[in-house]
């Protein structure tokens, strides 16, 4: 038996029994409970599985895949079927991305622990590798291959062919490998050939297998298909690039590296110091750092590094000012987040928030419902969506608001943040609960958040603006419906009982009145916070319970403690910008559905805006999508709207965009807005812009691709690969171009083709690359994309290393880039 990730990672008796293998019942529902075999393969990074012992088997998940491990007692459907089987036997296996949870059981507690711990230690492996070495591989692909498809220690001797994730060279070997007796004859290494994507001249590939069988055994063992797939990845284009700089073709000297990096990368004047910085992390050879010269290895490590990444590396870290009020931030928001489906007939689960706040949303929506036995429920309300306890999604989201996760933004892994931040979590509460279970709301809120719940002012006096993330780090506000102002709460908080117990007395009030007369004029301006606000206290007709009104359905009133704890974040209905201006507070927020806002953007755009810098605003998904799409949110984005909730269970277009908007600034789920969307007297309208002086030309020449996947419905083919780029931003500046498709080739495609773009507004915009598959029968096919901030861009020549329609990463899946990026509208392709 080869032995695991040999001089890398500690033998582990857990994990050699892994290897043997083990049945175990996967589980999808109450109903489908299938004995499967799983056995951890050979390369210690991918888990197979088959139906009976001795099977064919298929592949399962890699390593690389897995975010984490949970035991059984942590997963909503084990739970469900403690009565059938122990929830000490069972655990869940947790993706990266949107990928559906593992349930597997155990026979014993001890084959669970034993998977639970092999499993844990293989993914803490991978997550908490040194940098230095994550680049290593991701770069250089500092591996060997053994005789018997295993990884062995990395060396020096790098295949210089861009990144892989752990066992990827490995994975090639076994799949190509098809008698498994580790080593590849010439019909092995064809059939491997259209695994990969390419369709190669069969005179040529054999020449390349003769060149790399030095035994001459006609088949290739361990260095040899090293240097095969050495062979097979070699990047002319890259070769060419490195000779127009370098005088003898060999090395690139410390001054020639410089004017690269300054006449090509735009790095200005940090080019000599940045050019030492590079040879030392990217020189394999110890020698060429002594000398300071940069090799055709070398270079290419750092063109496929993160210093080589379309994606500027500063921008990764929280690079911007988190001191500014929340209304200055764009804040990552989810729609109806207890929904892993549609929103009709689809599972509600505390998985959806898990996944969302993992994401970097840092508002969630709750609805709350009354509920059996006394306890707050959550669902989509008359509808036939699954319910969930109130408790338990509080519960869920203390445990992961501020949870650090695995490094999911960092390079090795160029997919949406996996880690949540310390910066505020916000709870959208959709309250219909009577009175008695709106005070079993008050009362999870305050016991399972603790010191988390935000209930007073930060410093229990009254502001003047809204807080910043940063002064909110690490606590969690509700937003909701409020029967008083901050002012009156800040002046009467020891009142409070004495009026809930004056609502509960009370026998007769005026029907008319509702919990929240959202609709009442309020006196006190932004302008004027001295004044008082003139409220309505209601009470119930009979008994605490319902507000009857004539005509129409009970409606609960709002519970005296429920109204405490929104502090900043008070829900008011919208009338119109003039109406908000001279009735309400900073501290008050209108929600808008989509088809509302964008009516207003095209009607009132500068007022908009102006409202957005002083006020919250939400924008939620019309009740039209009940298959939970979603709603490109750039249009909202460009009037400044903060909260833009999205419903993030549904993959494409619309969700890249937001990734892709959010991807900047460590993840954490805020990002500051452009100065002219945060200025209160902003002349500046999204529909009808001004001739700005930032406008830019930016030229984009899509050089070469490399080992793009096939289309999952099209195995049996080689893609015929083309490149779309598309624009977001204002109405003006959104456009897309697209490069010719390349026939048969998707494991080394060249187009050599220039795109121009002219932008107005370059602080707005995105950009989204998008690879398909060529189909003149119908659109073509997705293979994959990458989103980013305009802002984020780097000049010069760059990779962009492409992500799955679900957000991850698709490594080692890249596209060959040179951006340039002119001043003006005076844009020459040539």
Known sequence: MASLLQGRLPINQDLLLMQKGTPMRKVRSKSWKKLRYFRLQDDGMTVWHSRQAGGSAKPSFS???????????????????????????GFTVIFHGRRSNLDLVANSVEEAQIWMQGLQLLVDFVTSMDQQERLDQYQQDRVRVGAEGSLKKPDAAGLGTGGRRPGWLSDWFQRGDKNQDGRMSFREVQRLLHLMNVEMDQEYALQLFQAADTSQSGTLEGEEFVEFYKALTKRTEVQELFENFSADGQKLTLLEFVDFLREEQKEGDRASDLALELIDRYEPSESGKLRHVLSMDGFLSYLCSKDGDIFNPTCLPIYQDMTQPLSHYYINSSHNTYLVGDQLCGQSSVEGYIRALKRGCRCVEVDIWDGPSGEPIVYHGHTLTSRILFKDVV???????????????????????????????????????????????????????????????LDGLLPTQLPS??????????????????????????????????????????????????????????????????????????????????????????CPSLSALVVYLKSVSFHSFAHSRDNYHFYEISSFSETKAKSLIREAGNEFVQHN??????????????????????????????????????????????????????????????????????????????????????????ISGQQLPKVKTKEGSIVDPLVRVEIFGIRPDTARQETSYVENNGFNPYWGQTLCFRVLVPELALLRFVVRDYDWKSRHDFIGQYTLPWTCMQQGYRHIHLLSKDGTSLQPASIFVHICIREGLEGDES
Request: charged share 25%; net charge negative; proline share 7%.
């Open 63 to 89: 390593i690389s895949d897995v975010e984490t491990v949970r035991e059984g007692r942590e997963s909503e459907l084990l739970r469900s079927l403690a009565e059938e089987f122990p929830l000490e036997q």
């Open 469 to 558: 993330p940063e002064e909110l780090r690490r606590k969690i506000l509700v937003k909701g419906k409020k029967l008083r102002t901050l002012e009156e709460d800040l002046e009467e908080e020891d009142e409070e009982e004495e009026l809930e117990s004056e609502l509960e007395g009370e026998q007769e009030a005026e029907p008319e009145l509702q919990a929240q007369s959202e609709s009442e004029p309020q006196e006190l301006s932004p302008c004027s916070k001295d004044k008082k606000e003139k409220i309505m206290v209601q009470a119930p007709i009979s008994k605490p319970g319902f507000l009857l009104f004539p005509k129409q359905k009970s409606k609960p009133i709002l």
């Open 395 to 457: 519960a869920t989201v203390a445990q992961y608001a501020f949870q650090v996760g695995a490094p999911g933004w960092e390079y090795c892994a160029p997919s949406p943040p996996h880690q949540t931040s310390d910066y505020p979590v916000i709870l959208s509460l959709e309250n219909h609960c009577s009175w008695e279970q709106q005070q079993v709301v008050v009362h999870h809120l305050t016991e399972i958040l603790g010191e988390l719940l935000l209930s007073t002012t």
């Open 613 to 702: 810098t002083w006020q919250l605003s939400r924008v939620y998904p019309s009740g039209l999508r009940t298959d939970s799409s979603n709603y490109n949110p750039q249009e909202l984005w460009n009037a400044g709207c903060q909260m833009v909730a999205m419903n993030v269970q549904t993959a494409g277009l619309e969700m890249d965009i937001c990734d892709g908007l959010f991807r900047q600034n460590g993840g954490c789920g805020y990002v500051l807005k452009p100065d002219f969307l945060r200025d209160a007297q902003s002349s500046f309208d999204p529909e009808r812009p001004v001739s700005p002086v930032t406008a830019q030309t930016l030229l984009i020449q899509v």
